[in-house]
């Protein structure tokens, strides 16, 4: 999986310039250089930047000593005959997030590790849909030698019950019975391998329409605006303090925007999210016009030099010409102060809620122009294959997955990892 927020390049999370190439120190011109004074040239040195007060000096009598008597092999191992072992570095870099004190072999170790964390995760936040979907399909295999339409239409039950919706499942099977009419699907093995390839061309064809990445952004264009829709009990707030903690974490800086000022619960728990994650919050009294609030939260970002801005909206669908009003009104207001702005408008739909969030989505996708979704409590429902049928019927990316309470249980969405997590692999 990677960094969770890729914009930055590599570089730039090292903002101390350790990672410059050290310049060599220049001998004086020989006509400043005192009478009798030798020329001097230095060999090329990493000076680390100043961090506090200057270095201790070494006493004089130390040197003088040093001067009198050298050293010779024999007394430098009896004095430090732990020479060989280096002194551990009290460094406050030593637990810097950036991974400054790690070599590169230890940064893509831990790397590799936290992507192996986050994978059984997936794995265990979708076991309630493998498990629902590999019985059910095991049991319409179950003593079959051959593929007959009364197999088909079982398995058409199964992919529907999961969720997956009919439109997809109709798709789904109609690819599959061209196989089997052209002899390229024959067996079991090869019927459940084209399913699964089938459910992830429809994943990753979803990919090529709003936004899948926020590299397509230039990265000198700052803040990077992202807009969080979506009705009220659908994870909304908590997905907006869970993408601030996570992208923070990897050395952006982050501001929150509470733009919902029609519900004051709303500023309340963005407040606490806010407090928890230590991010930023920028809001005003319930009532206040939320482009305004957008307007000012966008002066605090630019001000701070922040480089994400995440904006909550309001949740509510019951007058949608009021809502499309507000949400057009705030996004020329972004796009006045921020070039391309909103980068991300993002929906948050509850996969718990099936169809019926596939419904919400599809009255957002008239009024908010939406560019990819956050699919929460994934962790929380056997019928998973909601994320099938937003991702064909809306043809928008899924660019996050909510697979549990904590504060990191918010993961970038790959199509492949799921559909496998899916089958059991």
Known sequence: MGLFWRR????????????????????????????????????PSLVPPASGG?????????????????????????SNPVREKPVVSRSPFATSVLGLNLSMEELKAQEEALEQEFSARFRRAVAATRESLSEKLDTVFAG????????????????????????????????????????????????????????????????????ASETTVAE?????????VGVNGVGKTTTIGKLAQRIKAEG??????????????????????????GVP????????????????????????????????????????SNLMAELEKMKRVAAKEVDGAPHETLLVVDAVTGQNGLEQARQFLKVAGVTGI???KLDGTAKGGIAVAIAKELSLPIRYAGIGEKVDDLVVFDPEQYVNSLFGN
């Open 374 to 376: 956050v699919l929460t």
């Open 144 to 211: 079959r030698k051959q593929i007959d339409d009364e197999l088909l239409d079982q398995l058409e039950e199964v992919l529907i019950a999961a969720d997956i919706g009919v439109n997809t499942t109709l798709a789904v099977l109609e690819t599959v019975r061209r196989g089997i009419a052209r002899k390229q699907i024959n067996d079991m093995e090869a019927l459940k391998t084209a399913l699964k390839s089938e459910l992830l061309e429809i994943l990753k064809a979803s990919e090529r329409e709003g936004v």
């Open 252 to 277: 952006n800086d982050v501001l929150i925007c509470a733009a919902d000022t029609f519900r004051a619960a709303a500023s309340d728990q963005l407040a606490i999210w806010a407090d928890r994650t």
């Open 8 to 43: 930055k390049s590599g570089d730039e999370f090292v903002r101390l310039g350790l990672n410059e190439p050290a310049k060599p120190v220049e001998a004086p011109p020989v006509d400043t250089q005192p009478e009798g004074a030798k020329q001097v040239t230095e060999s």
């Open 281 to 320: 919050l920028i809001q005003q009294k319930q009532g206040t016009d939320p482009a305004a609030v957008l307007f000012d939260s966008l002066k605090a970002a630019k001000a701070r030099g922040s480089d994400v801005l995440i904006v909550d909206t309001a949740g509510r669908l019951h007058n949608k």
């Open 220 to 228: 000198s264009v700052a803040p990077y605006v992202m807009m969080i």
């Open 54 to 78: 200057a270095p201790t000096p070494i006493p004089v009598e130390t040197v003088q000593r040093q001067v009198e008597k050298p050293q010779t092999r024999a007394d430098s191992e009896i």
